[in-house]
C-alpha cells in the first residue's frame, strides 16, 4: 500500500530565509519603518500577520500584508533554495509508490511559485494554514505522516492523524523538539529516505 507523505515547506524543504529577509528590507525601505529582518528568518514558520504585529500596529496590517505580498514573488522566489536532502526525501515517498503534499503557512500563490521553482514533484500544495489547522488538509490527503521543522508542525501531524516527523532546520534542535513531542526528530532532511526505507505505518501492516 502506499504511503503518502504531507511536508512543510519553509526550512523543511526550501531555504526561504535570504528571500524573506530580503523582502522585509525592501518593505521597510517602501514604508519607512525600521525592521530586523535577522530576526524575523530566526522565527519563520507563523502566519505573515502575527510577524508583522511585531512591527506594525493592528489596523496597518492586511495593507502591509498585501505590499509584502506584491514583493515577494518577484525578490524571494528566485532567491529561494532546496533544502538539504530534500529532493531525495520527495523521490523517496514517490518511489515507494506514495503521494505528496505540501502544506504550509505560507499563502497558496507563493508556495506555489516556490514549489514549481524548485522543481519539486508534488501532487497538491496547501497554503495559508497553520499548526492544527493544518490538520484537515493532511487528513483529507489521507498522510501517514507530516515532516516540518516547528513544534506547531507536531500539532499539524497531531491534528491530522499522521506520524510526526520533525527536522532540526528550523528554530528548534532535536531535543528541543522530541521534548515537544515529535514521534521522529531528524537532523535533516538528509536522514528522512533512510529512516523513511525502514518504517512501516499502521496501514501497511499486515
Known amino acids: 500500500m502506499m504511503t503518502s507523505v504531507g ?3 519553509d526550512l523543511t524543504l526550501a531555504d526561504t530565509r535570504s528571500g524573506i529577509a530580503a523582502v522585509f ?3 521597510s525601505a517602501r514604508v519607512g519603518v525600521p525592521i530586523d529582518s535577522d530576526a524575523i528568518i530566526t522565527r519563520l514558520g507563523p502566519p505573515l500577520e502575527i510577524e508583522l504585529a511585531n512591527w506594525f500596529p493592528a489596523d496597518e496590517i492586511p495593507a502591509v500584508a498585501t505590499l509584502f505580498r506584491e ?5 524571494a522566489v528566485p532567491m529561494t533554495t532546496s533544502m538539504a536532502g530534500a529532493r531525495e526525501a520527495i523521490a523517496a515517498v514517490r518511489d ?3 503521494r505528496v503534499i ?3 503557512g505560507k499563502n497558496v500563490h ?3 511559485r516556490t514549489v514549481n521553482s524548485l522543481g519539486f514533484e508534488v501532487d497538491e500544495v496547501v497554503g495559508s494554514l497553520f499548526g492544527a489547522a493544518k490538520g484537515t488538509a493532511l487528513a483529507r490527503f489521507g498522510a501517514a505522516a507530516y ?8 500539532e499539524a501531524a497531531r491534528a491530522g492523524g499522521a506520524v510526526s516527523v520533525t ?3 528550523g528554530p528548534y534542535t532535536v531535543e528541543e523538539l522530541r521534548d515537544h513531542g515529535a514521534d521522529v526528530a531528524l537532523g535533516d532532511l538528509t536522514e528522512f529516505a533512510a529512516w523513511f526505507a525502514g518504517w512501516r505505518p499502521h496501514d501497511e501492516l499486515v
Request: charged share 25%; no cysteine; glycine share 10%.
Open 71 to 75: 514583493i515577494y514573488p518577484r525578490v
Open 147 to 154: 515532516v516540518g521543522d516547528h513544534v506547531a508542525d507536531i
Open 7 to 9: 511536508f512543510d515547506l
Open 96 to 98: 515507494r509508490g506514495g
Open 102 to 104: 505540501v502544506v504550509t
Open 167 to 169: 527536522v532540526a532546520t
Open 110 to 112: 507563493d508556495a506555489v
Open 25 to 27: 528590507d525592501e518593505l
